[in-house]
């Protein structure tokens, strides 16, 4: 059973690009949670999604910032006009139902670096 | 913010226990202690939780205090891999999906 897929594992934009980053849950999560890391932080929550339905996005910037996880297929994170204020770590999780008594598992995170 | 309180590093020779300390004097009765690591450039892992009583697996034991406001992350016999930044985080069951992080300790094994 494979773990939370990300990818790309690395993706560099130049300011002004889009971004888009992929989270494939592990099989039999129904549950996406994408968080940012910037560097000696600890994780920032961004958003949480089920599928097609996003449920929490709180954490999300209002603007640029966009989060789906489609009926078929990975969760997306897109970034629009990237600036240089969001090269950072994303990392996406996933549980088999909202968390309650489980752990959410990690994936290795995509690290974006915007120039 | 975050509802705990760790150190910011710490230091531990090879083949000796570590322990790992993170207050939580605000804890509410529905609230578990969870612990995570994340090795450096990695997804963070999961390691252990708990509720009031003391825990135990594979990978390391978690003592929570009487009073639930401390617990200590154990790594009985640390290897250089155990080498990482450990996260105390707390959260109730029914709500807070979000795991607030706060900066973590960063664990040093040194051979």
């Known amino acids: 059973n494979a773990g939370v897929m990300q990818n790309p594992r690395h993706l560099v934009r130049r300011r002004g690009q889009e971004a888009r980053l992929r989270c494939s849950p592990m099989k039999g999560h129904s549950h996406v949670y994408w968080y940012r890391q910037l560097p000696e932080e600890g994780l920032k929550f961004m958003v949480y999604l089920q599928k097609e339905n996003i449920i929490d996005e709180s954490g999300m910037p209002k603007e640029r910032f966009s989060a789906e996880f489609p009926k078929e297929g990975p969760s997306i994170l897109r970034i629009q006009q990237v600036v240089r204020g969001d090269s950072a770590a994303y990392f996406c999780?996933?549980?088999?139902?909202?968390?309650?008594?489980?752990?959410?598992?990690f994936g290795q995170g995509t690290r974006l670096t915007v120039v | 913010d975050a509802k705990t309180t760790q150190p910011p590093s710490m230091d531990c020779a090879e083949g000796r226990a570590a322990n790992l300390p993170c207050n939580h004097s605000t804890i509410s009765g529905n609230e578990y202690v969870y612990w995570y690591r994340q090795i450096h450039s990695q997804g963070p892992q999961y390691i252990i939780h708990?509720?009031?009583?003391?825990e135990t697996n594979e990978m390391a034991s978690l003592i929570i205090t009487e009073d639930r406001k401390s617990s200590t992350l154990i790594l009985p016999h640390a290897t250089l891999r155990d080498t990482a930044v450990y996260y105390c985080?707390?959260?109730?069951?029914?709500?807070?999906?979000?795991?607030?992080w706060g900066a973590g300790t960063k664990l040093i094994i040194k051979p």
């Open positions: 985080i707390v959260r109730a069951l029914d709500s807070n999906y979000q795991l607030i």
């Open positions: 708990g509720l009031k009583n003391n």
């Open positions: 999780a996933s549980s088999p139902q909202g968390l309650g008594n489980t752990e959410a598992f």
